[in-house]
């Protein structure tokens, strides 16, 4: 157990930002999953207007540092594709 008050003052900024990251990511998950969903149904205007929020969802977490920024733009790409292929074999 630290000793030092600065110590411990990090340990409940850790804290606060795990519970924060956990539910950022759990966020993507969820919109990247509710995409997939809408793609599959074939309901490529709602899609497309939840590929927006998605793709500012994933820079905002670049940003902030929660996932590299290669690693958002790898997601937007591939949502982005998937959709265009979609839109393309209609």
Known sequence: ????????KEIRKDRKRRVRNSAVRSSLKTMTRQLHEL?????LDDA????K?????????????LIHRNTAARYKS?????LNRQRAAR
């Not at 157990?1 to 411990?8: F, S």
């Not at 793609?39 to 309901?43: D, E, I, M, R, V």
Request: aromatic share 2%.
């Open 39 to 43: 793609l599959t149904a074939q309901k």
């Open 53 to 65: 929020r998605v793709a500012k969802a994933y820079d905002h977490a670049a940003a902030k540092g």
């Open 78 to 82: 591939r949502l982005t594709l998937r």
């Open 1 to 8: 157990m630290p000793i030092k008050h600065a110590a411990l």
């Open 48 to 51: 497309s207007a939840l590929l």
